[in-house]
């Protein structure tokens, strides 16, 4: 299902940024954080590109005029509620390259996308493309290699993460940290939201949130962009006109 279906038979979606629950608040608070906190000695404006901005949430925690905002959303109800804290939001399909200039973008935020893009390779390299060098870009994933869910595969259980038919891919922080690489991008941050241990659900505590980071609910991962780079899918290729098959790797990466 690419996602303007989804949209068009979830008459149910609700663009009341009310509709974001703690956990999720949490995840938008830690993401500004970090990013404020890796533009820090950054001068001028920080211009941020929101990839599905929903009601534009992110504009609560990133509200001060350094940071200039940009949002891709395909619901219209949430493209109206975002325009009311972004510089700009745009009606726009992920799964179609993103009507952004090359290098314009200081950061890149991806928060709860990645796990609903069926061609991930295709989103990052336009993540690559709309980023200057050195620019951030952070993804918010569910954690396959939570405890929790290593807990739900040893019984045979189905991991919660998985159950959700929108969630098309599963990630673990080592992974991610690879598919990174593979885009020209460095990490230079991973933490999870919350570790939730057992008996001790609230338990808060940076240092180790990104200690025990791949063990948490949520994985938040910040790259770096060190080189421009386009990765392919060669078995995507068929179904997305855009891709060329060059070679009989599972990947191909090759400098832009």
């Known amino acids: 299902m690419k996602m303007d279906e989804y949209y068009a038979a979830a008459d149910d979606w609700n ?13 938008f608070e830690k993401g500004s954080r970090i990013i404020r906190e890796l533009t820090a000695n950054q001068p001028g404006t920080i211009t941020v590109l929101d990839a599905a901005c929903g009601s534009g949430l992110l504009g609560e925690y990133l509200c001060d005029e350094r940071f200039e905002l940009h949002g891709l959303e395909l619901s219209d109800e949430l493209v109206a509620a975002a325009r009311g804290r972004f510089r700009s939001v745009q009606r726009h399909d992920l799964d179609r390259p993103w009507p952004v200039d090359d290098g314009g973008v200081d950061v890149v935020f991806a928060g709860a996308v990645l796990e609903h893009i069926f061609d991930y390779h295709a989103f990052i390299n336009e993540a690559n493309r709309v980023l200057k060098p050195g620019g951030l870009f952070h993804v918010q994933v569910p954690n396959l290699g939570c405890w929790r869910e290593i807990r739900r595969l040893l019984l045979r259980k ?44 609230n338990l808060r505590c940076r240092p180790l949130e990104r200690l025990l980071a791949s063990w948490g609910s949520v994985l938040l991962v910040t790259g770096r962009k060190t080189s421009r780079k386009v990765v392919v899918d060669r078995f995507l290729s068929a179904k997305f006109p855009r891709h060329t098959v060059r070679s009989s790797r599972w990947i191909e990466v090759e400098a832009a």
């Not at 663009?15 to 995840?27: K, L, T």
């Not at 992974?175 to 460095?186: K, Q, Y």
């Open 15 to 27: 663009a009341d940024a009310d509709d974001y629950n703690p956990d999720e608040r949490i995840r």
């Open 158 to 201: 189905q991991p919660h993460w998985m159950k959700d038919i929108q969630h098309v891919h599963a990630w673990t922080l080592s992974w991610l940290t690879a598919i990174f690489r593979d885009h020209g991008f460095e990490v230079v941050d991973s933490e999870c939201d919350r570790l939730v241990p057992p008996l001790w659900r």
